[in-house]
């Protein structure tokens, strides 16, 4: 069981020896409360089949661990889909915006509620302002009655330069994290970037976010984020 | 990886633009653009690096370096290599997805015979 203190050693470990060998991202270890009750549905579900949505980037080992459960596991990583150039548009105040018609014509279409799980992970945080409520609304729409969202809020100690994370499922409530970078548009593939935090929600904010919801449930946890799970 | 080295295979070179439906009783090698169909019964296909593939696809294995748009149903397995961009379902009975591959769509792994499908990376 890693403890945060190791995992804060680890860091500091990775940090120092960046010049010593290929640059493979670290997994880091977390524990998650919501994702502790998800992974109880998982495991009790064996005769069940359950349809998970992951909006994280595409996770081998998140694959693994639903389809070999019997789940269905489908996979968008909105973030990356989010960086399409030809989703620029001008506000009415010229600024420039994602159109958040265009990204749910090409993102999150699906036939009308048949998730029983989506995991969000960290979006909300991530995502331009434009895009947050369209796309949870589009959530909402998709999930099942009594379906399960999880997901992730930097509190207000959050700097802006926050790691972006990307997370893996274990069969308990530990998570696997990995740093998240993308080539930006244009930019040659070697150039990777992690997404930058776009904002700091507030429980007020949160809950009106998911204000169509049957019910939200928060865990805070030790490591400046508080968790979501709520239930349409 | 490269084109296979040995065995017969059909190669579509990097310059070649097929649009229609695309059949054999051979494996193929993609690193061109195909739009349309592609169904290789018994027989594995690959995209390269540099393939763009915009068909449903239906082969005992499918192996994806390049970029594929359309729905992948193989009998035995598919395999994502790290350069891998798929958007559309997959139903296999394994599938392997190299770290980086980005995948836009479902996983179904079909279970033959009783025996649990698995998806490793």
Known sequence: ?232 | MNAPQTGEFAHLGKSVVIKGELSGSEDLYVDGNVEGSIELRNHSLTVGPNGNVKADVSAKAVIIQGKLDGSVNASDRVELRKSAVVTGDVTTQRIAIEEGAFLKGKVDIQKDGGKAGSASS
Not at chain 1, 14 to 28: D, E, F, H, M, R
Not at chain 1, 81 to 108: C, H, M, W, Y
Not at chain 1, 179 to 192: C, H, I, L, N, T
């Open chain 1, 1 to 232: 069981m890693t403890s945060v203190s190791d995992n804060v050693m680890r860091f500091f470990k990775s940090s120092s020896n960046q010049t010593a060998g290929p640059a493979v991202p670290q997994k880091l270890t977390r524990r998650s409360s919501g994702m502790g009750e998800i992974s109880r549905l998982l495991n009790s579900s064996s005769e069940n089949t359950l349809c998970v949505l992951d909006l994280g980037s595409t996770s081998p080992s998140n694959i693994r661990f639903f389809t070999g459960r019997g789940h269905k596991n489908y996979s968008e990583d909105l973030l990356r889909s989010a960086l399409d150039p030809t989703l620029r548009i001008q506000d009415s105040a010229g600024n420039s915006v994602l159109d958040s018609k265009k990204f749910l014509e090409e993102n999150l279409v699906y036939e009308n509620a048949q998730f029983d799980i989506v995991l969000c992970w960290n979006l909300p945080d991530y995502m331009e302002e434009s895009l947050v409520k369209p796309t949870i609304d589009r959530l909402w729409s998709v999930l099942k009655p009594g379906g399960l969202l999880l997901a992730f809020f930097h509190t207000r100690d959050a700097g802006p330069d926050s790691i972006c994370y990307r997370y893996h499922v274990t069969a308990t409530d530990m998570l696997e994290m990995q740093e998240v970078k993308f080539a930006p548009p244009g930019r040659p593939a070697s150039d990777k970037r992690s997404p930058r935090l776009q904002r700091v929600f507030n429980n007020r904010h949160i809950e009106n976010l998911f204000r169509d919801f049957a019910s939200i449930k928060f865990f805070l946890a030790r490591d400046a984020i508080r968790e979501v799970l709520v239930v349409r």
